[in-house]
């Protein structure tokens, strides 16, 4: 008898720990984001690159909201209609799996094209007046409606500016070689010179 009151009681404890752990758990601690390439490699004068965006962890065969913000969901004050740009944000089909790929998605490099004031730089950049420079920017990505903070998840990224188009062949050996024949040709017209006056 003792033994049975003792199951049942570990049987309510076991249930009631079983709902908790259903229940206390984020629907989106799975999901998972990455972007490629990241850091983003433009040129000098680009104000948009093209990105892979990868995602794990998301419902099956539900609408997926893709955004570019300021800030990190992991700040309390996050707001996805105040800290995301309005005409950045892309939306594509789930999958079965909740795992997919946005290929070539398009990162603005400058003033958010909302015209809002803020916008995500490069380190060397400068913004307009007014505007506040982010250097660190976010892609968020979430399903169902964009709204949906419980299965929303971020990387961060960054830009890094290239010198600009790289010359065939460096300056310090054109250089030299360019001289070089220079002076040849100087000696060969000088030869056929003194050759043409004997």
């Not at 000098?44 to 995602?55: C, G, H, I, L, S």
């Not at 982010?134 to 890094?160: G, M």
Request: glycine share 10%.
């Amino acid at each position: 008898m003792r033994s049975r009151h003792l199951l049942k009681y570990l049987a309510g404890i076991l249930l009631v720990l079983g709902i908790g752990a259903a229940t206390g758990a984020p629907a989106g601690a799975a999901s998972t984001v990455t972007i490629n390439p990241n850091p983003i490699t433009v040129a000098p004068d680009q104000t948009e690159a093209k990105v892979n965006v990868n995602w794990t962890g998301l419902k099956p065969m539900t609408l997926v909201f893709v955004d570019i913000c300021k800030k990190s969901i992991t700040d309390s004050t996050f707001n996805v209609a105040e800290d995301c740009g309005q005409y950045s944000q892309v939306l594509k089909n789930g999958s079965a799996t909740g795992t997919d790929t946005y290929v070539d998605m398009p990162i603005f490099r400058g003033q958010d094209p909302a015209g809002e004031a803020w916008g995500c730089y490069a380190e060397g950049d400068t913004a307009p007046v007014g505007v506040t420079k982010y250097t660190t920017c976010f892609v968020r990505v979430t399903d169902d409606v964009v709204s949906n903070n419980d299965s929303d998840s971020e990387t961060a990224f960054s830009f890094n500016v290239s010198e600009g188009d790289i010359p065939e062949a460096p300056l310090t050996i054109l250089l030299p070689v360019l001289g070089t024949l220079a002076a040849l040709g100087g000696f060969v017209l000088i030869r056929r010179r003194q050759a043409i006056g004997a």
